[in-house]
């Protein structure tokens, strides 16, 4: 069995107490992580090793997306500047009517391509199941998988049965870097007896649901006049909660309903930068926090962002809730962080897989190359991480203990014959 050894200049482990290392060393045995700690003189092993000189690099956790729609990428800048509503019923939706399985593997692949080359090396999907699963399969990223279901379609019950059959085919597939989850898009387009027929499949199929839920004013007016309620007790009335839910937004919540949230160990992904383009609102994250609830981060789709890049959203949490709150020490940069590493992790039941360097978890991590001007000088590693960091400072990337970024070129594959093919794909599906 391999052993690497990671000299990093700096090591970020984010474990519960773990403190900055300086000159700090990683040690992975396979997949694993074996070892966190300041770098010491390796010792002659009976198995051979190689040594990894980042002394000029900061090493640190792959990066959590906690929800996205990968192939919606292809739609990148086609329809900008609108609010949601709008954005999704006369923009979005016609144009995903039109997509084909080709479409949506090589939007896949283009979304991984863009998602390691910036450091992320597990996302949560919601969108088109079978050829995004395969795209995760091929290029050795870690992926939360669901498909998309809406219950007010003719086709509603024949999905629900797909989506089962996939999970189940899925689940645990490519060294178990794929798991597996229900996609009930939202409360507004899920009815009752729909919603109803997704919780009994989790519970028979022990899978997790990942909806969005209060995203807008609009959803919550909407639902109120269908159904006499808010979202989130309309959703606990069809036994939604009884399941793990990944909550996506969670912008509009009262209180009361932060308290319910965090009974039922709800977890939320915060997606501040799509929230902010749209202008669905400001979730109130640091309630949340404060009520212990999971928050991870998450950049939606590329068509509501327009970017898939977690180190925009970390920095943009950050400072988005100290202006919401007028209080600067609110969201401070270690928590930010965490909600793009540890946090996110846990939101997606992988905290004790991956989300931070400990011994015993998934060998995810990446390197940030601190040659560079706008991280000079380095004070605090965790301040430069959060407020002065790019996706583009990110020069390696490994996933489940495999090189799928080396000094900022990916790995397994040509990028440019993604760039091809996805560009391809997009022309295509938007031609007038």
């Not at 949560?124 to 795209?135: I, L, Q, T, V």
């Not at 939202?186 to 995203?215: D, M, N, R, S």
């Not at 309630?287 to 890049?309: C, E, F, M, Q, W």
């Not at 760039?419 to 031609?431: F, H, N, P, W, Y």
């Amino acid at each position: 069995m391999r052993t690497i050894l990671i000299r990093g200049g700096w090591v970020l482990p984010l474990s519960e107490g773990g403190k900055p290392l300086q000159d700090g060393m990683v040690k992975i045995t396979g997949n694993k992580i074996a070892t966190v700690g300041p770098w010491r003189e390796p010792v002659k092993e009976t198995e051979p090793y190689e040594v990894i000189d980042a002394r000029n690099r900061l090493v640190m956790p792959g990066l959590v997306n906690t929800h996205t729609h990968a192939a919606m990428v292809l739609l990148r800048g086609v329809a900008d500047d609108l609010p949601l509503m709008t954005w999704l019923k006369e923009k979005i939706w016609p144009l995903e009517d039109r997509l084909t399985a080709e479409h949506i593997y090589w939007g896949t692949r283009l979304a991984i391509n863009e998602m390691l080359l910036s450091g992320t090396t597990t996302f949560a999907d919601m969108y088109f199941f079978e050829e995004e699963a395969r795209a995760v399969e091929e290029t050795g990223i870690r992926a939360v998988l669901s498909r998309g279901l809406i219950g007010l379609e003719e086709q509603a019950e024949k999905n629900l049965e797909e989506a089962v059959t996939q999970a189940r085919e899925w689940r645990g597939r490519a060294g178990n870097r794929i798991t597996v989850m229900l996609g009930p898009h939202a409360p507004y387009t899920c009815p009752p007896a729909f919603l109803k027929e997704v919780v009994a499949a989790a519970k028979q199929y022990q899978l997790g649901i990942h909806i969005h839920l209060a995203e807008t004013a609009d959803e919550l007016v909407e639902i109120g006049k269908e159904y006499g309620k808010r979202p989130v007790a309309y959703l606990a009335e069809q036994g939604l909660f009884t399941r793990p839910v990944l909550a996506a937004h969670a912008v509009w919540l009262d209180d009361g309903e932060i308290s319910y949230l965090a009974r039922q160990k709800v977890a939320i992904a915060h997606n501040p930068s799509s929230n902010m383009k749209l202008a669905s609102g400001i979730a109130p994250v640091p309630k949340l926090l404060a009520a212990k609830i999971p928050v991870g981060l998450g950049t939606d789709g590329a068509a509501s962002n327009n970017r898939l890049d977690i180190f925009t959203e970390m920095r943009t949490a950050a400072l988005l809730h100290k202006v919401q709150t007028n209080d600067p020490t609110v969201i401070p940069a270690e928590t930010a962080l965490k909600m793009a590493t540890i946090y996110g992790a846990r939101a997606l039941g992988l905290g004790d897989v991956t989300g931070s360097l400990e011994p015993g978890k998934s060998a995810d991590l990446i390197m940030l190359d601190l040659k560079k001007s706008h991280l000079t000088p380095l004070h605090d590693p965790v301040s430069l991480v959060v407020y002065a960091a790019r996706g583009s400072d990110v020069s390696d990337v490994m996933a489940n203990g495999e090189w799928l970024v080396r000094e900022g070129r990916l790995v397994r594959w040509e990028e440019e014959e993604v760039l091809g093919e996805a560009t391809r794909c997009a022309q295509s599906l938007v031609k007038k």
